[in-house]
């Protein structure tokens, strides 16, 4: 059973927004660093963002600016909202904890395309 559940994908037209959730166990938001990844298919994971525990967030620098992680303790939920969407944007994202040692979920595909 998967650690972390991806959603909010989809198909959004070129300067578009869309916003993903990850829902995670209560351990994984109280204990770790959280993070968006994002692979295209035979290329490395690339981090998109983090979030700690005590809310400092970290940016891909060619992702700064247009994507905001965000974190709800109370719903367990991870977020990333994502603006002016381009088509170097579609790709699956991920969500997960890299120092938990927990299982990859299964990602949420990202398509930008008119």
């Known amino acids: 059973q998967g650690q ?8 959004v037209q070129p300067g578009g927004s869309l916003r993903l959730s990850c829902a995670a166990s209560e351990s994984m938001f109280r204990h770790y660093i959280l993070g968006w990844y994002r692979q295209a298919p035979g290329k490395q994971r690339d981090l998109v963002a983090t979030i700690t525990v ?4 970290y940016y891909n ?3 700064k600016g247009r ?8 719903k367990n939920t991870l977020t990333l909202q994502m ?11 991920y969500c997960y904890a890299p120092d ?3 299982s990859w979920g299964q990602g949420t595909q990202v398509t930008v395309s008119s």
């Not at 972390?4 to 198909?11: A, T, Y």
């Not at 994507?67 to 109370?74: L, M, R, V």
């Not at 381009?86 to 994202?93: G, H, K, P, Q, S």
């Open 100 to 102: 938990s040692g927990g």
């Open 83 to 93: 603006n002016d969407l381009n088509a170097e944007d579609t790709i699956v994202y």
């Open 67 to 74: 994507f905001t992680i965000s974190g709800d303790n109370d």
């Open 4 to 11: 972390f559940v991806e959603s909010g994908g989809g198909l």
């Open 61 to 63: 620098e060619a992702m």
């Open 54 to 57: 005590s809310k400092t967030t």
